[in-house]
């Protein structure tokens, strides 16, 4: 089992609408969650970081964080095309050296 | 935010020489930078954590006497491809970790990523 796993996708979703984006995590202890937004050709941006069960708002974003069910996700409300990259899944645990492992990526595609 | 900024944006160079990038943290301290290439539709991929004032820590498979590392203050970490080889051609991203933000909530902010391109 990866550490961090995501679906490639591409999740399609038409604008306006709520796209969902999931991740799940192997270590149980895992202490921080993050979601970076990374367009072609650049390098990945942060969005969102959370750190206790529940959901964290932030504009259009809200992320969900699940420890006992090993899952963290993001929704995008009134996706845009703007929103269309691909979402990477992060996860920082003191198994992992402290250091961040990343899932492979989920692309979303909003489609006017 | 915090901003990370990379030094080049991109270079191209012949094979066999040498190609230094900077990164620099402009408004916060790192302690811990981190290096990552990534290649075409391909995920990630760390290949070496640098410390300030100690020795970077290399992953699995990377040639630390290829992929100099040498992070000499709180703001700036150097990677330097040496004898760079066309296979060497990728796009390399630092992050740096903002120790400040607490423990537990240090954050990763990623550079702006250089281009290399090996000929």
């Known amino acids: 089992q990866k550490e961090v796993e995501q679906n490639s996708g591409p999740l399609s979703v038409p604008e306006g609408a709520i796209a969902s984006l999931n991740c799940t995590y192997s270590?149980?202890?895992?202490?921080?969650f993050f979601w970076y937004r990374q367009y072609s050709g650049k390098s990945p941006e942060l969005i969102m970081s959370?750190?206790?069960?529940g959901d964290k708002e932030d504009g259009r974003f809200t992320a969900q964080l699940n420890k006992a069910s090993q899952y963290v996700s993001l929704l995008i409300r009134d996706s845009q095309p703007s929103d269309s990259a691909t979402y990477l899944c992060?996860?920082?645990?003191?198994?992992?050296?402290?250091?961040?492992?990343f899932g492979a990526g989920t692309i979303l595609r909003v489609k006017s | 935010g915090a901003v990370v900024s990379q030094h080049p944006s991109w270079v191209i160079c012949k094979s066999g020489t040498s190609v230094k990038i900077e990164c620099r943290s402009l408004d916060f301290q790192a302690t811990t930078m981190f290096w990552y290439r990534q290649f075409p539709k391909q995920s990630l991929m760390l290949m070496a954590t640098s410390n300030e004032g100690s020795k970077a820590t290399y992953e699995q498979g990377v040639e630390k006497d290829k992929f100099l590392i040498n992070h000499a203050s709180l703001t700036l970490s150097t990677l330097t491809v040496t004898s760079a080889h066309p296979e060497d051609s990728s796009f390399y991203i630092c992050s740096a970790r903002d120790f400040l933000a607490g423990i537990g909530r240090e954050t990763q902010y990623f550079g702006p990523g250089t281009r290399l391109l090996v000929l």
């Open positions: 270590d149980r202890g895992s202490q921080s």
């Open positions: 959370i750190y206790s069960n």
């Open positions: 992060a996860v920082k645990a003191w198994e992992y050296g402290n250091k961040l492992v």
